[in-house]
């Protein structure tokens, strides 16, 4: 298949980056060429800026129900497109066919909740002290927005910031991850032929992230940057926002401990384990199971139950049927992965199940790497504190419920958690002292638009989704208003 090439996308229109500079996007699971994107810097991201600066003054005054059905249409085509979108996914991103196609189908789904939430955003009328005056609260749009976003969700990522920015009647830059940039420009198709007017959103594509950053982090024109990546570089985002006061959203790393208490349903647990270790783009989320932990009583039952399912999950290219566990992104995520794995084993950890990269036969030019398990490893082990964000599964066991607490609570991260039991008591106990945004109590599903969705400690500020994620997007305005007397 020839390599298809993309532009920008600024003011309504799609353009080259100056010079005709392009870079090239790679399939992880066959390394082969398959697009040539528009390579921009500064000087374009300037223009996106300019120009999304330029439509906010109307788009903000379009009243919320407009907007809202303009995002209607944009969630219509999208649907329409879902299959085209998600082959760009599994193009770019590796995940299989089917994972992509659901990732495709829950994204657009935020633009049909905030255009509804944006109608919503109702202010108050607060009961005044004074005889004489009138106190109101209103919302308004931020301003500008920058989103910048990872390549392991290419479709999720970026709705869940533009959809409730747009909402709000604020204008976005986005610049999506280098690695998987197509889904973003799909997204935007879908928006510039739903009606979005010109200059509400803007998709600036580069290879180097540091002069688009640059620009949209110094540029006073921008209000607000709403950012998911990992946590070492958004520490550096908030040092550059800290500068000019920006308005930030940060969806930072996570280390979800995933506990199974001995009174749990154990068929049940194991599957929510192997779902959210394994298959949310192979171990590549920020919500999967980063570290498991079996009550020890239930521990030769579990981890059996466990090992077998690992060892029949199917890994190939996500365009092959059934396939269940892709390619990672690129090779050095795959030598990080396989670093903590050499690692927890040169330290004295048991591989209870894959342990290396997989290399034979059509997986030769992939990333691809085997669903792994490790026991006899202990909490302070990097492979228990890192982010692993590949298929690896390291089991610990404890023995009560405090100190489980406490072993799950010691991280800088607070993304995630997940806690399977059946005692009502143990629900409520384990769920409050939890130090996550996040608890999965009986459930690896993750969350749902409806929700708010963020971090505690490292993992993030502010929240994405639920009603929250649109006042991500409003600053809060009082009116005081004294009465002619
Ligand atoms: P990343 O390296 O932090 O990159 C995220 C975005 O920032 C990309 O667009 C990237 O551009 C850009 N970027 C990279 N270095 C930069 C720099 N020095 N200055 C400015 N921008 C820079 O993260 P990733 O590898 O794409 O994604 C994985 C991470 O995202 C994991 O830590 C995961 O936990 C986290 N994540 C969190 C959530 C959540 O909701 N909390 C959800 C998904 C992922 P390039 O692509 O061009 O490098």
């Known amino acids: 298949m020839a390599a298809q090439r993309y532009q920008l996308y600024i003011n309504g229109k799609w353009v080259d980056a100056d010079g005709g500079r392009t ?211 958004g520490k550096t985002l908030m040092e550059r926002a800290a500068k000019q006061i920006k308005r930030i959203s940060f969806e930072l790393g996570g280390n979800a401990p995933f506990i199974v208490f001995e009174d749990a349903d154990l068929a049940a647990a194991v599957e929510g384990a192997v779902a959210i270790k394994y298959l949310r783009v192979g171990g590549q989320s920020c919500i999967c199971a980063n570290r498991l932990y079996v009550q020890e009583t239930v521990a030769d039952r579990f981890i059996p139950a466990f090992v077998e399912k690992v060892k029949a999950l199917k890994v190939g290219s996500g365009f092959e049927p059934g396939m269940q566990v892709g390619p990672l992104i690129n090779e050095e995520g795959r030598k990080k992965v396989h670093g903590l794995v050499e690692d927890a084993v040169a330290r004295g950890a048991t591989v209870l199940a894959g342990g290396g990269p997989l290399k034979e036969g059509p997986l030769a030019k992939g990333y691809f790497y085997a669903p792994t398990v490790l026991t006899n490893v202990k909490d302070q082990w990097p492979v228990c504190q890192e982010e692993i964000f590949g298929p690896v599964a390291p089991i610990l066991t404890f023995k009560t419920e405090e100190e489980l607490i406490r072993r799950a609570n010691d991280t800088t991260f607070g993304l995630a958690s997940y806690l399977y039991t059946r005692d009502l008591g143990r629900v409520v106990r384990v769920a409050e002292s939890l130090e996550y945004g996040l608890v999965g109590v009986n459930d690896a599903a993750g969350y749902t638009h409806e929700i708010p969705f963020g971090g505690f400690k490292e993992s993030g500020l502010g929240r994405e989704g639920g009603q929250e994620g649109l006042e991500e997007y409003m600053e809060t305005k009082s009116i005081v208003v004294n009465l002619p007397g």
């Open 23 to 233: 870079f090239e996007v790679r399939d992880p699971a066959t390394g082969d060429h398959v697009a040539d994107i528009a390579d921009a810097g500064a000087a374009e991201t300037r223009r996106g800026i300019q120009a999304a600066h330029q439509a906010f003054p109307s788009w903000a005054a379009t009243p919320a129900k407009q907007r809202g059905e303009i995002l209607r249409k944009v969630q219509g085509l999208m649907q329409e497109r879902v299959d085209e979108i998600a082959k760009l996914v599994v193009l770019e991103n590796g995940k299989p066919f089917a994972e992509a196609r659901g990732e495709v189908g829950f994204s657009l789904g935020y633009f049909g909740w905030f255009a509804e939430e944006a109608r919503r955003a109702y202010g108050a009328l607060v009961p005044s002290p004074f005889p004489n005056k009138r106190l109101w609260v209103v919302g308004q749009p931020v301003g500008v927005v920058a989103a910048i976003t990872p390549w392991n969700f290419p479709a999720n990522m970026i709705t869940r910031k533009i959809a409730p920015a747009m909402a709000a009647g604020c204008t976005v830059v986005l610049k999506p991850a280098s690695a998987t940039p197509m889904t973003a420009l799909a997204i935007a198709r879908a928006c510039h032929d739903a009606g979005v007017p010109p200059g509400v959103l803007n998709v600036i594509t580069g290879a180097r992230s540091v002069p688009i950053a640059e620009e949209l982090m110094g540029n006073p024109l921008v209000k607000k940057v709403g950012f998911t990546g990992s946590t070492e570089v």
